[in-house]
């Protein structure tokens, strides 16, 4: 309130407002960053708190960041992945999970050598991580009478990454599993 005049200044009166329509405000939020909540509410378009701080900044929403993210880091790529890591050589493959705020979890089986010989589909987030994933490897050796021991970070995997399927073969890959789910393998 004003003391002079015992009106509401223009800040409690779209406070006011802002509580009979609705619009959910910081106690000690501005005068026009209330008048655009207010405006957008009553335009009809979603009135979100980081919405509001992000067109003053010229930020990303979080929705178009994760919309991004999904389009980007969901994409499959087609690759060959062999295991190096000899205290897994006996896998026949790996269940690979990541995850983070704007795609949630990102979980999937990845399998190992042969299986993937003709290619194999992975997320790119999944790709991203194998290629990131590194074992210490350690090493021996005599020396005069004494044992070196050498270490050295190396990558986990050695994949390769294969041109994506082409129509006729997405066409023929179709057939065959059309057929092998007829016959019921």
């Known amino acids: 309130m004003d003391s002079q005049t015992n009106e509401p200044t223009e800040l409690e009166r779209l406070k006011t407002k802002a509580g009979v329509i609705g619009v959910s405000h910081s106690p000690n939020i ?88 003709g290619g194999y589909h992975i997320e790119q987030i999944l790709l991203t991580e194998l290629l990131n994933r590194k074992f210490q490897d350690v090493r021996t050796k005599k020396n005069k009478g004494q044992i070196d021991v050498k270490t050295r970070m190396v990558p986990e995997y050695n994949i390769e990454v294969l041109p994506p399927l082409t129509d006729e073969e997405l066409k023929e890959l179709a057939e065959v599993q059309a057929a092998a789910e007829r016959v019921g393998v």
């Open 30 to 117: 501005g005068v026009d960053a209330l008048r655009a909540k207010i405006k957008e509410k009553l335009e009809g378009e979603p009135v979100d708190d980081e919405k509001a701080e992000e067109v003053k900044t010229g930020k990303e929403t979080t929705q178009q960041t994760r919309k991004r993210l999904q389009k980007s880091q969901l994409a499959l790529v087609r690759c060959r992945i062999y295991n190096l890591n000899p205290t897994k050589r006996d896998l026949e493959g790996e269940i690979v999970t990541v995850g983070n705020k704007f795609l949630g979890t990102v979980r999937k089986y990845i399998p190992f050598g042969e299986a993937t010989e």
